[in-house]
């Protein structure tokens, strides 16, 4: 321990230095909440998780030095205070975005990434309910679908044809959902779903039963959360559904 501190007094301030006149991608900075530290801004690609494993720190740790509460939450160009740590190192982003970049940049160079327009009519109305919350901006951060209140069991229906590609426990806040593969390079997500009926690789008709309503995830209360995305951009469901539910 007390090498370590010895070492850290010595080698720090030269990190430090040596850092700053090296690398611009990355600000480090010996500001110090409690101890010795570095600040590490969160690069595109980079999750918490990624962070954490390789500054070799818990998780956990991170979120609460850093008052985080959801680690989904945390956004490119947030300022991580990261306890224990001497220099800034570099994160590796997560294999699906780098995945997702390079497709993007082949498929520009290709033109085969044109923003299709939407079709209205496409999909039809995956529940009976109502809408709680619409598509864009929301409370400063975006919202990827819309909201559709309804009670608990309320079925869940296939907003058009296609093949179910995901039927399990989603992303971070998504609870249990489905996710099914349409033509026109569409794709619908039906997440907080309290079960799912049906089963990843099957093809579903519109209008059949997939899901029923539920809270799981970070939901205040039985929902539909639906999202509608063109290849990977999230879309505005209303557009492609009839304005008559
Ligand atoms: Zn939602």
Redesign the pocket.
Known sequence: MNYRKVTLKILFPLLTLLFLAGCQGFSSSRGTPSGPGVYHVVQKGQTLYRIAKAYEINVRTLMQVNKIRDAAAVRVGRRLWVPGAFRVLYVPPTDKSVRTAHKKTKKRKSSGDKKRPPVKNFLSWPVKGTLT?TFGKRNGRN?D???VGARKGTPIYAAAAGQVVFSDWGPTGYGLMVIIKHKNHLTTVYAHNSKNWVRKNTWVKKGQKIASVGSTGRSTGPHL?FEVRNDTHPRNPLKYLPSKR
């Open positions: 919350s919202h679908g819309i909201d959360h």
